[in-house]
């Protein structure tokens, strides 16, 4: 009988013990990187204040003009416009946030989007230091969603962004990217 117990816990933990099949892969289906400059632009103009996401200390960590810099000889405002590594930092910082519901909602071509914390705490969905900094169907939103779903707005992003002085700032214009 305690031979059958030993056998018992043995092979528990052996197939506790399983690990993936070596040829296993998940792929990841990934936002637009080109079109997110427009997207990082109105992120770091509505949530990219040192006090909130434009801090070393947050999960989700936005580079930008008036925040923190990516690089350690720039200050707020010195460069007066994003670079393009901080643009790179804050792209990685919002698909890097939630990995699995960012591969969800793509796979879903966008649909709910609210399931990523990005839009269910800026909308008040989901506690929120900064309260509630976006609403469904306002331009920031328009933005976001858009851009996950793979077609982004980007007048919808300029005009989610809080002036256009700033947005001429950050490097953008309606004439595209820098």
């Known amino acids: 009988m305690r031979c059958r117990g030993v ?21 990841e289906t990934l936002p637009d990187h080109v079109t997110f400059p427009y997207v990082g632009a109105m992120l770091v103009l509505r949530c990219g204040s040192l006090d909130c996401h434009g801090s070393a200390y947050r999960n989700l960590r936005l580079y ?23 643009f790179d930092q804050d792209y990685d910082s919002v698909v890097g946030l939630q990995p699995e519901v960012m591969n969800q909602v793509m796979a879903d071509h966008g649909a709910d989007p609210a399931r990523l914390d990005l839009l269910a705490k800026a909308m ?3 506690a929120h230091k900064g309260l509630t900094v976006i609403h469904d169907g306002d331009d920031a939103y328009n933005c976001i969603a858009s851009w996950l779903a793979g077609h982004t707005d980007e007048q919808a992003c300029l005009r989610g962004s809080s002036s256009s002085w700033e947005v001429d700032d950050l490097g953008l214009s309606d004439a595209g990217i820098p």
């Open 64 to 86: 930008g003009v008036e925040g923190l810099r990516y690089k350690s000889t720039d200050s707020p405002c010195s460069p007066t416009h994003m670079t393009q590594e901080e």
């Open 124 to 126: 008040g969905l989901d």
């Open 7 to 27: 056998w018992l816990v043995a092979t528990a933990a052996t197939l506790g013990c399983s690990v993936p099949a070596t040829d296993a892969r998940v792929t």
